[in-house]
């Protein structure tokens, strides 16, 4: 895996000029046959992305975690082939050599570290952006889930944002005026954290308590003498991946998004900690104990008090139609300042009208029957390519959208009908309840 910052944006070259090639080969082939080639039918070719898929894959790391992004934001938009192409990248991988893999347990785990087990395969159950998961039976009689992480993968993760930047940059897509040094800083803090392996059993831990009353979860269990930076033990949990589910009756799908929907609302209310990464792998579903097993807190993300009040005022203002009160909430939460020009101000207040719509339906929101995502991707690029209105808002809000748009994508993947207008006034009484004990906020 290359790791230096020229060597991952050679990479990055040779998959552009591969994309190119191909495009223009396949553009000339249509000119031949009499045909005006079309810019996007030639780019979102089964080649193309295969190879942007096959590359992102070999150099993994953040370069990888994009392309998962990527394939989730775009996923549903995209021709079907493409789509199910792209979305390898939410748990494909090129997995580690054996050799590479005992080279990396023995650094950290010492040498002989193989008489601990019963059995150890070197071949990965799971294979994703940041490192591989082997199961794995110690000779105490534990069923382990152990995540390896890939040699140089902290190492390539500043080339890595500075290389999209850089990209960004030439291709005139950010404005030279904008200031998006924060916005990489964060990134990057972010992506370091998530490949700390110690931090992440930390979290794991955390949230374990923090839902040890709700027993319809599953969060597996730290097993902290064979976790180190680069290694991380947790009990195997089984179950299905979620978004196989798509064919569950009715029921038990409603059932499973409000769960998750649910959890979301706790996270911001409640505990004002949350796992920001929405990919659909980071979550199980156990069909015989009807269970949602969380896994992956890498991303996990901590927020102010001040942060889920804020969102709780926007809620509430949303599901009265206040659109005054919603102003007033975006304002505190840092979408605007009285600086920003009142069209741009109603621009992005229509957008939280949209995103908020579960909210403001009473009874079962159809999250399979509605083109909401479409109408918020191009109300987003609308106000994007507005070059008089390029504001970069609190990074919070960024890692809390990020979760949101991933929910509602699976939300939608299994045609989910949910009542979100009574979760979310459950929700924020519940929270007031505990609050007001708490003696945060006066009942």
Do not use: C
């Amino acid at each position: 895996m290359p790791s230096s910052r020229l060597g991952r944006l050679a990479r990055l070259g040779q998959m552009a000029t591969g994309v190119a090639g191909n495009m223009l080969i396949a553009g000339a082939r249509q000119l031949a046959q009499g045909k005006r080639p079309n810019l996007s039918d030639l780019l979102l070719t089964p080649a193309n992305v295969s190879r942007v898929t096959q590359q992102l894959a070999h150099m993994r790391g953040a370069a990888m975690k994009l392309g998962q992004l990527v394939s989730m934001d775009a996923g549903d938009l995209l021709p079907p082939e493409l789509a199910a192409i792209l979305g390898r990248l939410r748990s494909d991988a090129q997995p580690m050599p054996q050799r590479q893999v005992h080279a990396v347990l023995s650094a950290n785990w010492g040498a002989g570290w193989q008489q601990r087990f019963e059995t150890f395969p070197f071949t990965p159950m799971a294979a994703a952006s940041i490192g591989q998961v082997h199961r794995a039976q110690t000779k105490d009689g534990r069923d382990l889930a152990i995540k390896i992480q890939y040699p140089g993968v902290r190492k390539s993760i500043s080339s890595d944002v500075n290389n999209v930047a850089s990209l960004l940059r030439l291709s005139g897509l950010i404005p030279k005026t904008l200031d998006i040094a924060p916005l990489l800083l964060e990134a990057k803090r972010q992506l370091r954290e998530e490949a700390d392996y110690l931090a992440e059993g930390e979290h794991l831990q955390r949230f374990a308590a923090l839902l040890a009353d709700a027993p319809e979860f599953v969060v597996p269990v730290h097993h902290a003498d064979l976790s180190t930076r680069n290694v991380l033990a947790m009990s195997f949990v089984g179950g299905v991946p979620v978004e196989s589910m798509a064919g569950a009756p009715q029921t038990e799908r409603d059932r499973i998004v409000r769960l998750m929907v649910s959890l979301l609302f706790r996270e911001l209310f409640e505990f004002n900690l949350m796992q920001t990464d929405p990919n659909f792998a980071n979550y199980r579903y156990d069909a015989e104990t009807r269970q949602l097993v969380l896994l992956d807190f890498g991303a996990t993300r901590a927020f102010a008090p001040s942060f889920g009040e804020g969102y709780r005022a926007m809620m509430s203002a949303a599901m009265t139609g206040d659109r005054d009160a919603m102003q007033q909430a975006g304002l505190a939460i840092g979408y605007f300042d009285d600086r920003t020009q009142p069209r741009h101000q109603a621009a992005v207040l229509d957008m939280f009208e949209l995103a908020l719509e579960p909210l403001r339906k009473p009874g079962d929101f159809d999250f399979g029957a509605t083109d909401m995502a479409q109408r918020l991707r191009d109300a987003g690029m609308a106000l994007g390519l507005d070059r008089d209105f390029w504001h970069i808002p609190p990074i919070d809000t960024l890692f809390l959208h990020r979760k949101l748009g991933g929910l509602y994508l699976l939300a939608a993947r299994l045609k989910a009908r949910v009542n979100v207008q009574q979760l979310v006034r459950q929700s924020l009484q519940n929270t007031g309840k505990t609050q007001a004990k708490s003696g945060k906020i006066k009942d």
